[in-house]
Antibody, heavy 119, light 108 residues
Framework: QVQLQESGPGLVKPSETLSLTCTVS????????WSWIRQPPGRGLEWIGY???????KNNPSLKSRVSISVDTSKNQFSLKLNSVTAADTAVYYC?????????????WGQGTMVTVSS | QSALTQPASVSGSPGQSITISCTGT?????????VSWYQQHPGKVPKLIID???YRPSGVSNRFSGSKSGNTASLTISGLQAEDEADYYC????????FGGGTKLTVL
């Protein structure tokens, strides 16, 4: 049974860097596409970016160059860094599994972790 | 890269059928048959209910069905049940991924 679990600080100060990790169990992180998705309170879903094949990444153009996604295959984890955060980055952050050969669909999701940007 | 357009809300009575539309452009929904639908109950994690426009993953009720015409995809729920009350999101592949704004389904 494949499971994903997000971890990281729940509170980040404005202008600082948000850092989250997704631990994957029950599957190898070397297969499939792995994405980060977020959902601001009371609002819809926004795809942040993916990592694939132990290093190929692509980010949502709307987030410009603020996003960095990396992988640690030895720990079966992938991570998100979002720099220069503002209150608009306050959201529930999910990690999710895509397909073997395509970003979508997202068939397995983590439970999500709430990140608040506030001083 | 604009979000896909969904109605903010739809409603129906138990036993009825409803359809939620998801309108994109020729650069996303109109070109790719990689439209997915997700169901999200309040405070819960989104759940994949339709992928590749009209494919139901294992375990998803056959009351859920998907279709596409041109730049618009649709999710139909037949035989509405109280448990179907939730938010529904469409998404499309477009060399990245875009989501719709979400539709709140109310079962009257």
């Amino acid at each position: 049974q494949v499971q994903l679990q997000e971890s990281g600080p729940g509170l980040v100060k404005p202008s600082e860097t948000l850092s989250l990790t997704c631990t994957v169990s029950g599957a190898s992180i070397s297969t499939h596409y792995w994405s980060w998705i977020r959902q601001p309170p009371g609002r819809g879903l926004e795809w942040i970016g993916y990592i694939y094949d132990s290093g190929i990444t692509k980010n949502n153009p709307s987030l410009k160059s603020r996003v960095s996604i990396s992988v640690d295959t030895s720990k079966n984890q992938f991570s998100l860094k979002l720099n220069s955060v503002t209150a608009a980055d306050t959201a529930v952050y999910y990690c999710a599994r895509g397909d073997f050969t395509l970003i979508v669909p997202f068939d397995i999701w983590g439970q999500g972790t709430m990140v608040t940007v506030s001083s | 890269q604009s979000a896909l357009t969904q109605p903010a809300s739809v409603s129906g009575s138990p036993g009825q059928s409803i359809t939620i539309s998801c309108t994109g452009t020729s650069s996303d929904v109109g070109t790719y048959n990689y439209v997915s639908w997700y169901q999200q109950h309040p405070g819960k994690v989104p759940k994949l209910i339709i992928d590749d426009v009209n494919y139901r993953p294992s375990g998803v009720s056959n009351r859920f069905s998907g279709s596409k015409s041109g730049n618009t995809a649709s999710l139909t729920i037949s035989g509405l049940q109280a448990e179907d009350e939730a938010d529904y999101y469409c998404s499309s592949y477009t060399n990245s991924v875009i989501f719709g704004g979400g539709t709140k389904l109310t079962v009257l």
